[in-house]
Each structure stands twice: as structure tokens, then as C-alpha cells.
């Protein structure tokens, strides 16, 4: 590759790396206000050249006109030796050279940056949102006096992410996997006084860990296995894979399951999907970029990226359906009674990252099916990006002109008052509820295709259950969405106190970012259909081959009735007669407490996991100071004890004195006499 | 080279005893400035050692011998002349005594980088007592560098008799550093730590004397030197029932000094009742004499014993470790105790890639030692920072310390995520590799022990939270609003919060430094995978043949 394909390449971490270093150093005494300043030119370094990797770079590497199973035999063609002199040249991808991390016995690491067509979909995407998140930000943030902190986190985010993306063995990808937790820790807490952002930040580092300790595992069984950590070795090469599959059955599956609890936890899937609802603690601008967009889809991304793997367990692809099934299902319900407008994004994120598992999981219908499976994840990962950081900022722009409240029943009708931020909103609202045309609409019918096709595979009656979820989730989907969005920009016009007597919609700086997004919600979806999306996918290396696809006329008027019927049943219910939810509430109250109250999983992992585990610890604790040490110190207190009688001996009484050396001389002389009278 | 060695050796006690001569006229000004030059010098001789080491022997470092600087002055032979039949034979007998007693000062990659952060950790040690000991300074001082110079001794010694003297040396300095400038309860904590310590080293001692006869009945001529007795072991191993008895009384002290779970709890009580520059000696570079006699010593002579016993039973041990400790972290109150009770935790992921017994498990190990030296270090430091604020460390009484002290808390997350092994900070390779190395041949163990990196996110991340974060709370003794941190705590801090980023990012050249001499320790391991019923069958009834 050449030089400038490499400097271009190393921009896209290496910019905002140095802003945050820059920022960092010299945001508190010097930038200030305009810290935002090189976190922006950063950010748009990165995503130019992100742009010119997408379209130029990567594109030169993918081999056209090739069968599949040469394709297969051009990423095997290198023999990967991590060694600083051989120039690494991957077939249908670039590498731009770092350095050696480790090498000490099998396991050898380097950084490198690899990139190849998912990576190059993931980096503009990631590149884009974040810039325009961070413009936003700029306006959003204005004022406070953690101005420069937030803006060298933010930029250590994006590096971070860049650099997972661009990973090419596990052991990168894992630590850049925990450095954006790292980010996404510091920016949760950002407002540190809070007590609420303080224990959401921890909760949030903590469960991520509980993931981070599957995938850890994970890598550790595939490094175990394979002699090696690297993508080269462990995911493009079917032979070894077949060859390890068949000596030791049981591992791959092993290694995708644990590779699948990272995703679990990075993603937010069921049950430990906790930590990302408090996540909403953090500053709005963080939860567009870091809790929607881009840091909660690693774990499809890593799933994704695994799927040579995944393919030979098909039954831990089941799982991850399944999962993805729930979750999407669960949080969805979840977010049917939530009054915080930020919480019902946060549910509607993990339900949709539920929909993109449970593509995954599609591919479990046969190698035939599973790039387009894969490729439907993909996609709605990358529509979703857009959508859902616009209705977070737009979400933001409410908070911020309602006096940082975020609550749904304090404020309405809010349509005239804040007219940008209203057009905005229902863009985004229109594409998550998968309105026709619109973004959300295109890739949530291919997921729905996809998992249509599993049902004629062998696992048939499993995807008809995944299936009829899914159908109910959108449609759950489109009814919450439009819930918030009648509750908060219609009926009477309504400002809590907080807000003042005059709120004003968002300045230039915010609006404009929203502006663009809202473009992006109704207008990136045409990729889908016109095959841009799928034909650019198709070239990442590991998939299996793509099978033609047509349009499926039948699911998409599905989808677009689904989509239909949820949001006039909103409106019927909010704008028409708006008695008919507190009617339901009463007459379903059970049900309606178990999901205003989340389903009490908090509760419920508090009672289970963390007060034994503290009551364990407090045990262990007592046990250390009372019994372990406590033993230590009779045995100290032993030599003292002993010592008691003959101290008695040694009182310096002189008549005590005389009395013992009488008996001892005494003693003596018997002795003495004894001996001589036995010979 | 070897003058470079010494150097490192002298420096530090040389100002000490230039502190003793002036300690009368000389205030606690004088002492400190003293005590700082000295220990900065002794830091820049450890570098340039590093750096001409790198240059000179790394490159040439090929034969697996250790060390790879070396030099011996014989002081005590001992010679028979029972077959001396004529004058002219007494010369040669004379010339090729039978027994030597050498004095074996020696030096490899592994010792070095050790050296190094000892010498590092004594700069932050002399400048966070600046303020803070205000009585007997000089005396404080003179203590400390002599430490230092007893721990570059440990580290330079590649003769039993020389290393025990060393390693039992350093118990006396830091028992004075307890006992008279430490807490409350500083009598009982200086006595149990020197009592048990030397408990545990005593039976070491008599490992160390059965080995050193034996090696003599063998007919070894320098039968203190450890790389003569880990060839001689290697070529004629002990008879396999005896091995396993001398391994674990040999292992006795360097168990108690990691501290390996159920003999750590002198440890809590030490830190506690130590000045900060104590525990700040103690956690970083003490502990690690337990676990570096363990490599220097036990893995090389008894290689069967350590796969067949030392395996099972200090995996075991280091999980319970590991698992123990971070749950009576997770229940402490007491910022250092917490701090405490993560080390126990920390050297317990430590043994466990040392006995993993391959090249990665034993490189993760040893960076392990440093790193785990470095940020636990640096969090004795930021721990002693507050409390010279506060004069408490007691969670019950602080929150929100962020709003009052920024650049503190700021520290404080940073040294936090080394601690629990975020990626890119120094934390994470030792641990990484460790875990790695005992994957790859026990891999329930590895697993175990990686489920302590949740329980360690789990309370630290509850301290900083309850500590930190949220509302200001201050105790109420406080009446004047204290500073945050100063240009001279900074001082003792940013070194070590350096060396943290650097062998996070970039691992590999302190790998290198060391690989030759783990390279050398390994051989003997790689050709037979531990605990396959071969080996457990087979071994034993080879073994016995040797030894008379």
C-alpha cells in the first residue's frame, strides 16, 4: 500500500487522538471555550479521510469478477508473520503498518490498521455521526465548566473507536473494546457531582466488564486454539477452521458463545442490558454518539466480523436470535410506559440492536442465506446510526431549551415553540418507526426478509417465533416512538418553570447538525434498495457468498402497515382521546407496573447478584480480620503463653533462689550417686 | 557494567551514612534535599545501566545464561588435602579449592527492570515524605535509603547466601519505617510484619541450607551460585519425593513475602499503620522479592516439583487470592486497606502466570511485578495525598473529593484503571499475559482468576464513586479549604503515572529486555507439557535414579 494510503489511514485515529491529547493539555489554561475547536477539525480530518478510504482506498483491493471460491483463496494467500520487515498486503482490504505490541512466545500482537469494506462502512459512519455529534455538542455544551474534559473524551471516543474498527486481531480489538468503555465511563460521569451519573458511570464500567470477561475468555480459547490472535489467520482460512471444527467440536461454538457475552455486554442485549438506560445520566450529545450510534453497536460489529466462526455453530447463532429476540422484545415493552423522553430512546436502542441480533442469528439458516442476514445487521446498524443520533440530539434540544427537564409530562405541544427541533424530530421519529421510503423502513424490512428466509431452513419453527417478535416489536416500535413524539410536540402547549417563560429552539450550532441528520434519516435508506449498500458489503472478506436478491414486495407492504398501524394507534391514543391510556393503566395494572418499573430487573439482579456478592465480601472481610488473623496472632501469643510457668521459676525472690538450687543440687547428687552406685 | 552495579548498591547507602555523620546538624531540609539527590542519582545510574545493558548485552544475549553481568570475588574456599602427596600438588589443589564461598554480584534483564523501579518508587517515596515527616527526618531518610539499597542488593545477588542476607536485610529498615513513623497501632503492625516475615524466611533458610549440601555432596565447587546450582539441579535432579519437600520449604518465605492467600495478613495491617513512602517501598518493590525468589530460585532448580506441586498448589492459591482479596476489598471502608487488599489480589494474577511455567505466563508475571508497582504505587501516593489533607481515609467521612481537589481525582481515575488492567495503561499486559499463559495450560485456573478483573473494576470504581465523585463531603476537623495537588506531589506521581502509559502502549521493549533470561528459565519446561498423565507417571521413577 502506499505511503499516502497509510498516512491517510493512520489520520483516522491519529487526529482525534491528537486533539485529545491537545485538548487535554491545554484545554483548561488556554482553549477554554473554543476547546471544542480542535475536537471538530479532528473529527473532520477523520471522517474526510474515512471518506476517501471508503471510496478510494478500499475499493482498489476488492478482486471483481471473482467466484466465491476464489475470492476464498485470495484471503488466504498471505501467510501472516507478524514481523516489522514483510510488508502485509491482505487481499480485499488495506493495512497500513504500526508496531509490535507484544511478542513473547505464540503470542504475538501487533497494531496494525486493517481495513476492508465493513470496516470502511463502520469508519464513515462512526467519523460522520461523531463530527456531527460534536458540532452540536459545542452549542449544547456551551457553558459548562467541564467544556474542555468533555471534548478531550469525546476525541479519545472517537480514536478508540476508530481503532477498534480498524483492529485486526483480537487482542487489539478487545483493548480498544474496554478503552471506549473507558470513554464511555468518563462521559457518563461527567457530571461527577450528580450522584446518579456517578453510579451509572461505575454500573455501567462494571457490567460492561462482566462482558469484557466472556470476550477475554473468548480470545483466549481462540488464541489457544489457533496458535493466534490475528484475523488473518483465525477467520480467513475455512480449511483451518473445518480442520479445528472437526478434531474439537465443542470449541468454536465455545469461542462464539463467549465472543457473544462480550456483545452482550458492550451491546446492551438481555440481561445485561442495565447498565445503558442509566447511561442516560450522561450528558445528551455522549448518548447520541457513544449509547446509540456508535460505542453500543461494537457488538454487532464483533459478531459480524466473527462470522466464520459463528457459521460453524449454528446453534450459538440460534442463541444469538434468541437474545436478540428477547431483548428487542423486552425493552420495547419497556419503553411503551417510560416518561423520560431519554430513557425511551435508550429502551428503543437496545430494542433495535435486539433486531440486529436477531439477523444475526438469521444466518443460522444456512451459508446460502447468511450474507444477506449478515449484510441486514449491517445495514441497520448503519441506518440506525443516523436515525437514532438525530432523535437523541433533537431529544437534547428539548432538554436544553426545557430547562435540562426530560420529563414528558411536564412539557407539551412544544410543535410551534421549537419548530426545528420539532421538523427534526419527526424525521428521525419516522425512520426509527420504519415509515415507508424512510431509512429505518429499508433495513428493517431486510432484517424481517432475513428472518423470513430462516423459516424455511431446518430451524423453521424457531425463526417463526423470532419472526412473529420481530413484526410485534416493530410494531411496538412504531407506537412508542409516536407516544413520545405526540406527547412531547403536540396537544397544549405546555413549559415546566425551569424553562423559563420564553424557550428558544436550538442556535445555528445545533440546528445545523440536526438539519443534516434529519437528511440522512429519510434519504440514507435508498442505499439499501439500490444495492450500493449490499454491493460495497459484499466484498468483506469471510462472508460467505451473496445470493441474488429481489425485492419482497409482501414484506415490505407488511412493514409499512406494521408501521402504519402503530402510529395511528398513537395518535388515536395521545391526540384523539387521550383518556384511553389512563383507562388502560387502570384496568391493566399489573401489567403496566411491570413495565413502568423496567421489569425490575435492577431489582431483581440487586437481590440476586449484588447484595450476596457484598454480603459474601463483608463475610470474607470479617473472616480475615477475626479467624485468619486471629490464628496468626495465637500462634505469636503462643510463645508467651508457654512461657508462664516457667516466668513463676524467675520471680527474683531470693528464698525462691535458694529453694531451687537446694532441690537442684540435690537432684545432683542423687544423680551422681545413682551412677556410680550402678557400676 | 559491573561498576555501574555496584554504583547502584553503594549510592544509596553511601548517602545514608553521609546522613548519619551530619544527622545532628543537619534539619530536616538538609535531609530531604540529601535523601532526593541521592535516590535521583541512584535512578539515573539504574538508567544508564539499562540503556548500555540494552546496547551491549541484549544484542550478544543468545546462549540461555543467567546473569549476564556478572562478577565473583571468592572470599572463603575450603580445600581437603588428604590426597596431597607432594609440595608441588598443594599449589594446584589450592588454585581449584573443592568448596568456594563466593561473593556473586550479577545482574539480567529481569533484575534491571526491577532495580529500576525501585530506584524510581524511592524518588516518589522521598518526595511524598517531604512535608508529611516532620520528626527525625534524617533518620527517616537514612531508613529509607538504605532500604533501597538492600532491595538493589536482593536484586543483584546471584548467590544464595548473598540474596537471603539481602532479602532478610530489608526486613530492618522498613520494621523502623513502621514502627516509629507509622499509625496508631505501629508497634503491633511492625512486629507482626517482621515476626511472620521472618518465620516464613527461616524455614526458607533451611531449604536454602539442605540445597546448598547437597549440592557440595555433589561435588559443586561454588555451590552458593544459583545459575552453578540451577545447571547442577537441571543435569542431576533431586530425587523427586525429597524435591517436593525442599520446593515448598524454600518456597515458605517468598509465600508469606508475595503474601500468597491464607499468610497475607500481616500485609493489610502494614500498610495501614506504614507512612505512606513505607507502604509505598512495601507494596511496590517488597512484595516482589517473594515472587522474584520464586523465579530466581525455585523454578530453575526444581522444575519437577514446581509443575507437579508448585502448579496446582500456588494456581490455587494465587485464584483463591485473587477472588479472597478482591471481595474483602470490595468491604473496606479504609482507602488504603482497600489498597491493601487489591495487592493481595494483584500478586495473586502475578503467581499465577509465574506458574503457568511458560514464556507467556512468566513474562506477563514479571510485568505483573513491575506494573503492579508502579500503579499500586502511585495509588499509595494519591491515598497519602488526601490523608495529609484530611487526616482520615475513611470513606465514611470523604465524598466528592473531585470538587475540591481536581488534579487529584484526576490522578486518582487514571492510577485506578491501571489498576484494574484497562487496555493501553500498564495494568493490562501483566495481567493479559498472565491470564494468557495460564489459559493455555489450565484454563479453569485462568478463568477464575480473570473473573477477579470484574470484582477489581467492581471496587475500585466504588471507591472512586463514594470517594470522588459526587457531593463534597469533608470531615469536620477540617477548617481551612485545602489545595489540591502540588507541583512537588506531582513530581513524585507523573513518573510513575509515565511508566504506566509507556508499558501499556508499547510492552514489547521491556519484553525485550527480559526475554533472553525467561527464554532461559522456560527450556526446561517447554518439552513437557505439565500434568499429562505421562508426566505425572513417568517422572518420578526417572528422577530417583540420581542423587547419592
Redesign the interface.
Known sequence: MSDQAQLILWLIPGAPLLAAGIIALLGKLFLGERSHVPCVAALAIAFGCSLVLLTKIVPTTFVSGLTSEAKVEADKQISFQPTDEQVITPQRGAIAKG?????????QVRVDLRADAIAAIMLAMVTGVSLLVAIFASGYMHGDPGYPRFFAAVSLFVFSMCMLVLSGNY?QL???W??VG?CS??LI?FW????A???A??KA??VN??G??GL??GV??I??TFGSVDFQRVLFNPELIQKINEQHPGTIPTICLLLFIGAMGKSAQFPLHVWLPDAMEGPTPVSALIHAATMVTAGVYLVARSTPLFMMAPNVQLFVAGIGATTALISALIALTQYDLKRVMAYSTVSQLGFMFMALGAAAAGPKFANFAIMAAMFHLFTHAYFKALLFLASGSVMHSMGDVIDMRRFSGLRHVLPITHWTFLCGALALAGFPLLAGFWSKDDILAALAEGMHSSHGQFFTVIFAVAVLTALLTAFYTFRAYFMTFWGPEKFPEEAGHHPHDAPPAMAWPLRILAIFAIGVGFVGPLHLFSGYFEHTPGLPAAQEHGFHLGLMILSAFIALGGMAVAYKWYIKSPEIPAKLESGLRPLYALSQGKFFFDEIFTAIVVAP??L???I??LF?KYI??GV?DSF?ALPGFLSQAPRRLHGGLTPAYAATMLIAAIGCVVCVMQLFAGQ | MIGFLVALMILPLATAVLLMLFRDSAGQNTARWMALVGSVLTFCVAVTCIAKYRDQVIPTATQPVQPRIEWHHAWLTYTTLDHVHDEKDIESVLNHPEVKLEFFLGADGVSLCLIALTALLTISAVLISWESIKERAAEFYICLLVLESGLIGVFCSFDLLLFYVFFEFTLIPMFFMVGLWGGAQRNYAAI?FF??TLCGSLITLLGLAALVLMAVKGGVTTPFSIPALATYFTEHPIDYRLQVILFLTLSAGFMVKVPLF?LH??L??AHVEAPTAGSVMLAGVMLKLGSYGFFRICLPIYRQACMDVGLPLIATLSVIGIV?GS??A???RDIKKLVAYSSVAHLGFCMLGLFAL???GI?GSLLQMINHGLSTGALFLLVGMVYDRYHTRQLDDLG?L??RLPLIAAAM?FTT?ASIG???LNG??GE??S???M??IM?VY??IG??G??LG??YM??M??QG????LREPHNVHEPVGDMTPREACAFLPLAVMCVWIGV???PF?DMM?PD?QAVVTGYDHSTPLTAETQTESPAQLTVINR
Open positions: 508496531y509490535t505490541f507484544l511478542d513473547i512466545g505464540t503470542m487482542i478487545f483493548a480498544f474496554e478503552a473507558l465511563y468518563l460521569g461527577f457531582k450528580k450522584p451519573a456517578a453510579a458511570a461505575k464500567f462494571v466488564r462482566i469484557d470477561f477475554i475468555t483466549f480459547l488464541w489457544k456478592i457484598r459474601i465480601a463483608t470474607c472481610a480475615d485468619l488473623d496468626v505469636g | 507482626k515476626l511472620y491464607p495478613t500481616w493489610p495491617l479472597y471481595l474483602c470490595l468491604a473496606q511458560n514464556s507467556e513474562t466528592g473531585a470538587n481515575v484503571m484497562l487496555p493501553g493490562f499486559v493479559m499475559l491470564l494468557a499463559g489459559f493455555k484454563p485462568a478463568i480473570t473473573s478483573v470484574v473494576a467492581w470504581l466504588t472512586v464513586q470522588f465523585f459526587g457531593p508499547a510492552p514489547q519484553i526475554k525467561i
